[in-house]
């Protein structure tokens, strides 16, 4: 009992604290709670079901070895956002989805690694991460970045424009929908060749052996993991659809834009056990790890959820899903790209440039809350 305890009071059982808001969730939903409510108390439930889905990943990939091992933890790294998303999508609530996929970005690259480097920091001058490692991994989100920004492009000049940040859902032109296709079939075949090239190719480079002492903790078994994950994929599910029911009409109440919903609270919400994982691993000045998790991260959603998304949008909700940005996500993620270029070329961090990095992610935030 006290084992239990401890772990729940730990840093890595806090989210487990939250589970009670999963069961209270449901009740609120099904008894007709105000939108307000419904919507906070839903998102609080999706932070452990996240967080239980993670672990039961990492369960699982240490049991696989490393090929497979790492290819469950890139499938599954994100899940818990793509399930949010297809609610979201299947809603029609296309700006959401896109807004949501950005906040991811910009989170883990501004507010996670930011928050890294200035934990990490406070105690030391500085720290130091493999730069080859780092660097491989942001080439692949700034190649990503342009990529995605195409469509937005080809809209703003032979289209109708960029949409508003105001905007719920937009009925595009065939051409822009087939290219936002084409451009994600690209994406996720280099994904599938980024996976080769850390799995197998350069497995050493992004899965270095870790040293003897770490993780004392006793390993599930296959089957619990596999119970652990089922279980997460449902409440994550349950969670999601609240979730998103609860978004139009809690946004109107509080007196927020759905864009800024999508892209500060439910980017949050969904990496929230994520987040705190790479702030705790820099602290123990295991920058490596946190520097992995923030761009790798980045380069998943970029790679592989957002292309997902834009494929699922054909054949769920009301229509195709071009991946066409607004203005303000535009400009956020193309200088947010650039900042992680500049950051990882250096292999080493301190914690004022921690503290600049969650600066601007407090800019952008209040831009995006003004928009």
């Known amino acids: ?98 807004a949501s996929l950005v906040g991811s970005i910009l989170g883990n690259i501004l507010l996670v690694m930011g928050g890294s480097m200035l934990v990490g920091g406070l105690r030391r001058e500085r720290q130091y991460f493999d730069r080859t490692a780092a660097n491989a991994q942001a080439l692949m989100l700034l190649l990503a970045l342009a990529a995605l920004i195409m469509p937005a492009i080809f809209e703003l000049v032979e289209g109708q424009g960029l949409p508003s940040p105001g905007d719920e859902r937009i009925d595009y032109d065939r051409t822009v929908e087939h290219l936002s296709l084409t451009v994600s079939i690209v994406l996720l075949a280099i994904y599938g060749f980024g996976l080769l090239f850390s799995l197998r190719t350069h497995r050493e480079l992004f899965n270095p052996h870790t040293s003897e ?95 997902v998304l834009v494929i699922c949008s054909f054949f769920v909700g009301p229509g195709p899903m071009p991946f066409v940005l607004n203005g303000f996500e535009l400009g956020a993620l193309i200088v947010a790209v650039v900042i992680a270029q500049v950051v990882t070329n250096e292999g080493e961090s301190h914690w004022f440039e921690g503290l600049q990095l969650v600066a601007l992610y407090a800019v952008l935030g209040l831009a995006f809350f003004f928009a």
């Open 1 to 98: 009992m006290s084992g239990a305890r401890g772990f729940l009071l730990g840093s890595d059982g806090w989210p487990y604290l939250l589970v009670p808001a999963i069961p209270l969730a449901v009740a609120l939903e099904l008894a007709h709670a105000g939108a307000v409510v419904v919507f906070v108390v839903s998102a609080l439930g999706v932070i452990p079901t996240a967080a239980l889905m993670g672990r039961a990943t990492e369960q699982l990939a240490a049991r696989s070895g490393p090929g497979i091992g790492g290819l469950l933890n890139v499938t599954f790294g994100n899940a818990p956002e793509i399930i949010i998303a297809l609610f979201a999508l299947n809603a029609g609530l296309h700006e959401v989805v896109k």
């Open 213 to 307: 002492g770490e993780g004392d903790e006793r390993p599930w078994s296959v089957r619990t993991a596999v119970i652990a994950l089922a279980v997460a994929g449902v409440a994550v599910g349950a969670m999601s659809e609240i979730l998103v029911g609860s978004i139009t009409e809690a946004s109107e109440s509080i007196g927020l834009s759905e864009f800024f919903v999508g892209v500060i609270v439910v980017a949050i919400v969904g990496n929230a056990a994520e987040h705190w994982v790479a702030v705790l691993v820099a602290a123990k000045d295991k920058m490596d790890l946190s520097v992995n998790i923030a761009i790798g991260s980045s380069a998943q959603i970029a790679l592989f959820a957002a292309p």
